[in-house]
């Protein structure tokens, strides 16, 4: 079975672009999660889709937005890319609420901004 | 005030003894935790979570929570060096958010 698959491994942009990251959950989960790891840093929760809603959000700027398909799969924008917005951003999938059952992580998605 | 606190390490301990990763939580909501290990560039793997107070074994893995102090810890018996990783501690806080720790940083020693 394969597990939670994000693209593209390696994305650089200049400041001010725009950057589209994509997350594949594991077949069957309906709950997807965005994390940002910057270097050094822990991971930051971004966003959590269920069922195609966005249910919640962490504390980073609106210029960080995103969707869930039909499919379940997932994009997260970031408008206006900052320097310090190049990171790790990992995508997340669970089966369930969380309290219930584990997330699984894809391998992330590699963002620097020049 | 941080949600999930761990010692950053870095903790080295000889290959074959028992590795204790230990972390404390703020939100006496925070229903469910995970231990997650993260080698050098790679994502976060599940090794186990636990919602119970008491111990959970899986292998040579057991963690421990006590609610009542706000305390999760991991243990890692008959560590190997491939066991060489950053540990992350994740509390669920009841709003389906996983809160992380920075991590700690085990070395095993050959």
């Known amino acids: 079975e394969a597990g939670v698959t994000q693209s593209p491994t390696h994305l650089i942009k200049t400041r001010g672009q725009q950057a589209t990251l994509r997350c594949s959950p594991i077949s069957g989960h309906t709950s997807v999660y965005w994390y940002q790891q910057a270097l050094g840093l822990g991971l930051q929760f971004l966003l959590w889709?269920?069922?195609?809603?966005?249910?919640n959000r962490g504390n980073f700027p609106p210029r960080f937005s995103g969707r869930q398909f039909p499919n379940y799969s997932s994009e997260l924008n970031v408008n206006a890319l900052e320097l310090e917005d190049s990171a790790l951003y990992l995508c997340?999938?669970?089966?369930?609420?969380?309290?219930?059952?584990?997330?699984?992580f894809g391998q992330g998605t590699r963002l620097t901004v020049v | 005030q941080k949600e999930v606190e761990q010692n950053s390490g870095p903790l080295s301990v000889p290959e074959g003894a028992i590795a204790s990763l230990n972390c404390t939580y703020s939100?006496?909501?925070?229903?469910?935790f995970f231990w997650y290990r993260q080698y050098s560039g790679k994502s976060p793997e599940l090794i186990m979570f636990i919602y119970s107070n008491g111990d959970k074994e899986d292998g040579r893995f057991t963690a421990q929570l006590n609610k009542a102090s706000q305390y999760v810890s991991l243990l890692i018996r008959d560590s190997q060096p491939s066991d060489s990783a950053t540990y992350l501690c994740a509390a669920e806080t009841g709003a389906n958010n996983l809160f992380f720790g920075t991590g700690t940083r085990l070395t095993v020693i050959p």
């Open positions: 939100d006496r909501g925070s229903q469910s």
């Open positions: 997340a999938s669970s089966l369930e609420r969380l309290m219930n059952t584990e997330a699984f």
């Open positions: 889709y269920d069922e195609g809603e966005e249910r």
